[in-house]
Each structure stands twice: as C-alpha cells, then as structure tokens.
Nanobody, 124 residues
C-alpha cells in the first residue's frame, strides 16, 4: 500500500522560505514520477512541481519558477520542495503525489496516490 506523508508546512512572512518533505513508502514502481500540488480555499488543485527521475526531468508551474526547487533523495525515498521568496498567493494546502507512469506532467489527474497535505500560510 502506497503511503505518502508530508511535513514541513507552517506560517511564514512574505519573502521567507520553507522546505516541505514527503516520505514515500509501500510502492513497487520503479522510479515513478512524483510531484507537489497545492489547493487554496475555493480553488482547484494545481500542479506546482514534478520530477520524473526515469527521464531526469523536472517541471514547474510558471508561478513558482525560479523560487521553488523540487528534489528527491532515493536513499530514503523522500521528496522535497524548497520554497523561497514566498508570497501570500502561495498560501495553500500542499500535497505530495505519485504517478504510476514513467512520465507525468502538472495535471493532478495524472497522479494515482496522494498524501494528506501540509498547510503553508504566507502573510504579507
């Protein structure tokens, strides 16, 4: 059973930084795509950043390019999202997700397994 557990959320002021972590376990897929998504109240879930290690590729939403960095540590099956220069519009629940395909983009519908989320709040 695939389990994804996010951590690292919190409240910061605009311009601050946070690093989110997602501990993944229970999957047998070889080097699946994984990603970070977010959902603000009243809005649809949107893709933030994804990584597909089989292709060595990363993909970012335009709104976070240059500020967020996705990475993963295969030794402990952990996905990270380093977030810098945070803005109030980054406020949302952030979710980690895993796709069973070798290549997936920023569309949440392409992902099969989800964590419970971690809240990020950025104040102005």
């Amino acid at each position: 059973q695939v389990q994804l557990a996010e951590s690292g959320g919190g409240s910061v002021q605009a311009g601050g930084s946070l690093r989110l972590s997602c501990a993944a376990s229970g999957y047998t897929y070889s080097r699946p795509c994984m990603g970070w998504f977010r959902q603000a109240p009243g809005k649809e879930r949107e893709g933030v950043a994804v990584i597909c290690p089989k292709f060595g590729s990363t993909n970012y939403a335009d709104s976070v390019k240059g500020r967020f960095t996705i990475s993963q540590d295969n030794t402990n099956n952990t996905l990270y999202l380093q977030m810098m220069s945070l803005k109030p519009e980054d406020t949302a629940m952030y979710y980690c997700a895993l796709a069973t395909s070798w290549y997936s983009g920023l569309d949440p519908h392409e992902y099969n397994f989800w964590g419970q989320g971690t809240q990020v709040t950025v104040s102005s």
